[in-house]
T-cell receptor
Framework: TQLLEQSPQFLSIQEGENLTVYCNSS?????LQWYRQEPGEGPVLLVT?????EVKKLKRLTFQFGDARKDSSLHITAAQPGDTGLYLC??????????FGTGTSLTVIP | DAGVIQSPRHEVTEMGQEVTLRCKPI?????LFWYRQTMMRGLELLIY????????DSGMPEDRFSAKMPNASFSTLKIQPSEPRDSAVYFC?????????????FGQGTRLTVV
């Protein structure tokens, strides 16, 4: 199991603010995924990053993969209440499996 | 497609009882994963299958846990005997062949409470 630490663990912000969530590991990953999970549901894929230094944008969300492929960040611009949820990064294992990070619980207050 | 289907959605059982969780993956997906989610430990990978064959069960916590995938459209996770510390939400996920970066789809989970 490769440990993926996310920070912060909890985040509560006002609507319209910006935020960044971090996913860090001592292991190198061939690719990394970000998921969002809402209460009572399973995680849903947001993005996959595969190349060191890669930046992907999904509307107000910007994802970056570290140059060494050991870390990643998720930046949200002008957060909205609909962004509320648990954000999870996931890194590949040596086989076909993937391991999740510790999670960041985001609450956006209207 | 209906997505990954898990049953039951909720299960309350007494300590010592056998519990069986069920999962129907998305048709055409050849990888299936069982995860357990708790506040303390987050999402833990318990076991995964490729083409119905268990590949890695190192995450299964104890011998009380077992998983099977008799065919491509059905998998079970069994706990016998159950204990209060097994209380958690159990997720099943499936993914199509094509490498690790392909999207995994999750079911809605089974919330297990052992009293």
């Amino acid at each position: 199991t490769q440990l993926l630490e996310q920070s912060p663990q909890f985040l509560s912000i006002q609507e319209g603010e910006n935020l960044t969530v971090y996913c860090n590991s001592s292991s190198v990953f061939s690719s990394l995924q970000w998921y969002r999970q809402e209460p009572g549901e399973g995680p849903v894929l947001l993005v996959t990053v595969v190349t060191g230094g890669e930046v992907k944008k999904l509307k107000r969300l910007t994802f970056q993969f570290g140059d060494a492929r050991k870390d990643s960040s998720l930046h949200i611009t002008a957060a909205q209440p609909g962004d509320t949820g648990l954000y999870l990064c996931a890194g590949a294992g040596t086989g076909n499996q993937f391991y999740f990070g510790t999670g960041t619980s985001l609450t956006v207050i209207p | 497609d209906a997505g990954v289907i898990q049953s039951p959605r909720h299960e309350v059982t007494e300590m010592g009882q056998e519990v069986t969780l069920r999962c129907k993956p998305i048709s055409g997906h050849n990888s299936l994963f069982w995860y357990r989610q708790t506040m303390m430990r987050g999402l833990e990978l318990l076991i995964y299958f490729n083409n119905n064959v268990p590949i890695d069960d190192s995450g299964m916590p104890e011998d009380r846990f077992s998983a099977k995938m008799p065919n491509a459209s059905f998998s079970t996770l069994k706990i016998q005997p159950s204990e209060p510390r097994d209380s958690a939400v159990y997720f099943c996920a499936s993914r199509r062949a094509g490498g690790w970066s392909t999207e995994a789809f999750f079911g809605q989970g089974t919330r297990l409470t052992v009293v």
